[in-house]
């Protein structure tokens, strides 16, 4: 069964810094393309940033390049998500999606952004 | 940027209805588009890719077509696990973009 668990979401101030992770199990990792995709409160879906098989290419919205940065450990089956330079803006569920167009999504992780 | 602009934004429906979806790019993607469905508090679940083919699983009342810069998601028959929000998604460029979400509601 395929299953994807992010975790890593919480409270953070404006200017802040998280770091999220999402474990993968239950398909071939190393074989995917993985991607955040967030949603803001009561919002539509929003793609954040996505990274090939080998972590090579890497590419992002507008909106958190220069902030955020997308990265996986294909030894470990994770994929993780610094975010920098947080913004009230950046507050939403971030979901962790493997394949070119989301084939699987995990539950999602909270980031409040907010003083 | 490629926009994606969904219509309706939200509509009622009655079970049985025939319900039709439309997502109109801002520029050719080709057929790179996909189709998920999203119910309250859950997780978003892919329905169609390549703008036509249906997903593993997923009933065959729903279907998709188009190419170019115009695409629909069609349900031939609504049924009462169909109430949901309804999203297309472009792949065809980056960054990638999904349209503004269908709210289908119970009439």
């Known amino acids: 069964e395929v299953q994807l668990v992010e975790s890593g979401g919480g409270l953070v101030q404006p200017g802040g810094s998280l770091r999220l992770s999402c474990a993968a199990s239950g398909f071939t990792f190393s074989s995917y393309w993985m991607s955040w995709v967030r949603q803001a409160p009561g919002k539509g879906l929003e793609w954040v940033a996505n990274?090939?098989?080998?972590?090579?290419?890497?590419n992002y919205v507008d909106s958190v390049k220069g902030r955020f940065t997308i990265s996986r450990d294909n030894a470990e089956n994770s994929l993780f998500l610094q975010m920098n330079s947080l913004r009230v803006e950046d507050t939403a569920v971030y979901y962790c999606?493997?394949?070119?167009?989301?084939?699987?999504w995990g539950q999602g992780t909270l980031v409040t952004v907010s003083s | 940027d490629i926009q994606m602009t969904q219509s309706p934004s939200a509509m009622s429906a009655s079970v049985g209805d025939r319900v039709t979806i439309t997502c109109r790019a801002s520029?050719?993607?080709?057929?790179?588009l996909a189709w998920f469905q999203q119910k309250p508090g859950k997780v978003p679940k892919r329905l169609i890719y390549?703008?036509?083919s249906l997903q593993s699983g997923v009933p065959s009342r729903f279907s998709g077509s188009g190419s170019g810069t115009e695409f629909t998601l069609t349900i031939s028959s609504l049924q009462p696990e169909d109430f949901a929000t309804y999203y297309c998604?472009?792949?065809?460029?980056?960054?990638?973009?999904f349209g503004g979400g269908t709210k289908v509601e119970i009439k």
């Open positions: 520029q050719d993607i080709s057929n790179y």
């Open positions: 998604l472009q792949h065809n460029s980056y960054p990638l973009t």
């Open positions: 390549a703008a036509s």
């Open positions: 999606a493997a394949g070119a167009i989301f084939d699987y």
């Open positions: 990274i090939n098989q080998d972590g090579s290419e890497k």
